[in-house]
């Protein structure tokens, strides 16, 4: 990580939030998606701090936060973001949630549309209930320890099919790594989450990035439907919708210069919404 960019503790009343904060000015904070950490920004931390403050936070259940006493909601995760900007003194922030963090900024925007002045979504679908029970099988499957070793091996296989760097596989290894052998506490959260429900609430303005490779792996897995990702401008009619060409479950790492150009100049000028 830039050295411009430092590592702090927040204490709750369900553990320690682990965060990452850096640069001056109007706030932006990045919610990450299951299972990685505020290390998913590696990359974009630093490019976002050059004109702003830029917080990440690990989710708790995630990274290096606390494991918390019971299952969490999106609503609980929402109010440890809530607690962090509290902490800060922050009264007003933009927020870009991936995926699972997607979920939790727009539940923010919902429950608190005093607090959040913009926001990104990326890569943010509306699963059916079979969806939602395969997405729970699925991480239940992954997160056990196996005695000779072999689900790290079969992990990094998997993974190595779409990150494409041997270092990037790695990082994405140690942060999930941190999730073995623990309660599925993310996905549990967003598949008992209505976006349908909660985002017509969405009255910022918000910016939709969508990553073109994501969704096709997601379909191919079983694990969403090719139409899953049409109900945004439906429930946020105010959206505007841009596509990540490429872009797969680790765009934040592997597009970070598409997407902080096309995040910079969505949070740096008025009139970008239709």
Not at 158 to 169: C, D, H, I, K, W
Not at 211 to 238: C, H, M, W, Y
Not at 264 to 270: A, E, K, S
């Amino acid at each position: 990580m830039n050295k411009a960019i430092k590592r702090a503790f927040l204490d709750t009343e369900d553990g320690q939030i682990h965060y990452r904060i850096g640069g001056e000015g109007d706030s932006l904070l990045l919610l990450h998606r299951n299972p990685s950490s505020s290390n998913e920004f590696h990359e974009l931390m630093p490019i976002f701090a050059q004109k702003r403050r830029v917080i990440a936070m690990d989710l708790m259940g995630l990274g290096d936060s606390d494991k918390p006493p019971r299952m969490y909601s999106i609503s609980d995760y929402a109010k440890t973001v809530i607690l962090l900007l509290d902490e800060l003194g922050i009264k007003k922030i933009n927020i870009l949630g991936h995926h699972t963090g997607a979920y939790i900024a727009g539940e923010v925007a919902a429950a608190y549309p005093d607090r959040v002045e913009k926001m990104i979504l990326c890569n943010v679908d509306e699963f059916t209930e079979q969806d939602k029970a395969a997405i729970l099988k699925r991480y239940a499957e992954v997160f056990q320890i196996k005695a000779d070793g072999t689900h790290l091996v079969e992990r990094w296989s998997f993974r190595a099919a779409y990150v494409g760097s041997t270092e990037l596989n790695h990082r994405c290894m140690l942060d999930e790594a941190k999730c073995y052998g623990y309660p599925a506490y993310a996905p549990f959260a967003f598949t008992k989450f209505s976006t349908i429900e909660r985002f017509p609430f969405i009255k910022c303005p918000t910016l939709v990035l969508s990553g073109t490779e994501d969704i096709k792996g997601l379909i191919q897995l079983g694990l969403a439907q090719s139409g899953s990702r049409n109900f945004i401008t439906k429930v946020i009619p105010q959206a505007k919708v841009v596509d990540i060409e490429g872009g797969t479950f680790c765009m934040m790492n592997q597009k970070y210069e598409e997407i902080s150009k096309v995040v910079i100049n969505f949070l740096d000028f008025i009139d970008v919404l239709p």
